[in-house]
């Protein structure tokens, strides 16, 4: 959605002519996947950085515009606040040293940032939640001043219709309300893009659900907001909270959030996962740039599916596919939205290393879990890593219960180790990363 123009969806001629074009690339999509057009057999990865911008008291400093025009580089771009900063890197093949590329290729963004932000006085931190921020830094007057934000803003404010109301319990409890969406720019997260294959599609974006809890179990670090002492990673909370348009006088079809793990296993295709989106959620914004996408296809043109991807950019799964064109050909990713920036660039790189390992090395005896293990007890176990982080004890199949310790130890790590080796991943990489993930996880300490 950063690469085009939006505006909100106001009146109902707009919504028919939006979703005319967004059932128009449901229907394209369909075609590619029955012509085995998408791309098959390659595994890229890659990954996006947001991070905070704080000044020498560790407070916020509101300064990314400036901070972009010293820069001068196209893969750092905007988020939502002022003083937050975002870094986008090319996918990279799945193997050989690509993890440490990706540590060393981060390490020298982040340095080109830090050099820059001295003349601000200024630095950056990496941290799911900036411990130090406060109320009055999430003033609308510190939103990025792009008309994509401010769109999002006022379509999600006049579908709420009131205040944002938040009550996260932990070992605190933060009741608060705000008149806008600006609590979702105290999120910084480290997300991951894993591309598959057509007819993978199925079992690894469901593997990559039942994943979910045991990865970000040992991944936490945001247990602060405003002074309290909250969920062990109240991101997840936080961002179901700061954008939930829902009213008790809302439709069925909206009483799920926009945040969300989602309500069921995908059973037929990617196309299967946004149909249901369709169906669910109101769209709230629509793009300059439509095209008939059929008439592409017809064309011999590979469509862009803007409407499409305006639409799912506004719907945000902690496991969100995605379509995409990658020199001339299009894919599907899965892209990992759950993990937290930080604490330290090699943990974040290790985050990676686990979640891509697991995605490689999924056991043949875990596909089609929908007809094995039960989606709520997936979604449940998430809940519960993001609540209590490693001092949790998940399901897992037969009814089995098991610590967080004992999974990650025993099931999750020498599955993530298989396949990195079967990638020919560096022995070194996957020792050091893996060494990163269990050393942690032993500690019971994240």
Not at 122 to 143: A, Q, W
Not at 406 to 421: R, S, W, Y
């Amino acid at each position: 959605m950063g690469q085009q123009t939006v505006s909100i969806i106001s009146n109902n001629k707009d919504k028919d002519s939006f979703v005319k074009f967004l059932l128009n690339d449901i229907k394209a999509l369909e075609i590619m996947i029955e012509q085995g057009m998408i791309e098959q057999g390659k595994r890229r990865v890659g990954v996006e950085q947001e991070l905070c911008l704080v000044d020498s008291t560790w407070r916020p400093a509101p300064i990314v515009l400036e901070v972009l025009s010293k820069i001068n580089d196209k893969d750092f771009t905007t988020e939502l606040a002022k003083f937050n900063l975002e870094i986008n890197f090319d996918p990279i093949a799945f193997s050989g040293d690509c993890l440490s590329a990706l540590e060393r290729g981060l390490k020298e963004k982040i340095t080109a940032a830090e050099n820059v932000l001295k003349d601000f006085g200024c630095k950056v931190i990496l941290t799911g939640i900036l411990p130090t921020i406060r109320h009055k830094d999430l003033d609308v007057g510190n939103m990025t001043p792009l008309d994509r934000y401010h769109a999002l803003e006022k379509g999600l404010s006049k579908l709420r219709g009131g205040k944002f109301e938040f009550h996260i319990s932990g070992t605190d409890e933060l009741i608060t309300a705000h008149d806008s969406v600006m609590f979702e720019s105290c999120n910084t997260s480290y997300q991951l893009h894993y591309q598959v294959s057509s007819d993978e599609f199925i079992d690894l974006y469901n593997w990559a659900q039942l994943i979910s809890g045991p990865v970000l179990a040992a991944s936490t670090n945001s247990p602060l907001l405003l002074g309290k002492r909250l969920w062990r990673e109240t991101r997840i909370a936080l961002f179901q909270q700061s954008i939930d348009i829902r009213q008790s006088k809302d439709h069925l079809r909206e009483q799920s959030p926009r945040v969300s793990f989602g309500n069921r296993w995908i059973h037929d295709s990617i196309v299967d996962a946004y149909k249901e989106d369709i169906v669910r959620f109101e769209p709230l914004l629509s793009n300059d740039r439509k095209s008939n996408s059929i008439k592409l296809l017809e064309e011999g043109q590979i469509p862009t599916l803007d409407s499409l991807l305006v639409h799912n950019s506004t719907i945000y799964k902690w496991n969100r596919p995605c379509y995409g064109i990658h020199n001339g050909k299009p894919h599907f990713r899965i892209e990992n939205r759950y993990l937290p920036s930080g604490p330290t660039i090699p943990d974040q790189a290790a985050n990676a290393a686990f979640w891509f390992g697991l995605m490689a090395g999924m056991p043949g005896a875990y596909s089609h879990l929908q007809k094995k293990f039960e989606f709520d007890d997936a979604k449940t176990n998430f809940l519960k890593a993001a609540r209590d982080g490693l001092d949790n004890k998940f399901v897992w199949f037969g009814d089995a219960k098991f610590s967080a310790q004992d999974l990650i130890l025993h099931e999750m790590l020498p599955i993530a180790k298989d396949g990195l080796q079967k990638h020919s991943i560096l022995p070194n990489d996957i020792d050091n990363y893996m060494g990163i993930i269990e050393e942690r996880v032993k500690s019971g300490n994240t």
